[in-house]
């Protein structure tokens, strides 16, 4: 059974650091896009990053561009988003997706899904 973790997640202040760490169990995450999105209360789900599997071409969204770092080591079978200069409107439940061989800020598109790691930035 397929089964992606999250972890990572927490408080943290503004400007500051979180790295959060997406691995996979009885699925090789190397053949496959990765996708990062994150959802806050009343909002729509949001892409935020993805990494593909072919070339490890990456994308970011303008929210978060210059700010995170999507990466993966395939010998840990793990996609790592590193976060820096956290501002409060990041503070979401973030979520890793794979499944798909084509990378997509498309949400629909994945067909495994993490169970969410709370991101919550404040003063």
């Known amino acids: 059974q397929v089964q992606l973790v999250e972890s990572g997640g927490g408080s943290v202040q503004p400007g500051g650091s979180l790295r959060l760490s997406c691995a996979a169990s009885?699925?090789?995450?190397?053949?496959?896009?990765i996708g990062w999105f994150r959802q806050a209360p009343g909002k729509e789900r949001e892409g935020v990053s993805y990494?593909?599997?072919?070339?490890?071409?990456?994308y970011y969204a303008d929210s978060v561009k210059g700010r995170f770092t999507i990466s993966r080591d395939n010998a840990k079978n793990t996609v790592y988003l590193q976060m820096n200069s956290l501002k409060p409107e990041d503070s979401a439940v973030y979520y890793c997706?794979?499944?798909?061989?084509?990378?997509?800020?498309?949400?629909?598109?994945?067909?495994?899904w993490g169970q969410g790691t709370q991101v919550t930035v404040s003063s």
């Open positions: 990494i593909s599997s072919s070339d490890g071409n990456t």
């Open positions: 997706a794979t499944g798909n061989s084509i990378a997509t800020m498309i949400w629909n598109e994945y067909e495994y």
């Open positions: 009885e699925f090789t995450l190397a053949r496959y896009a």
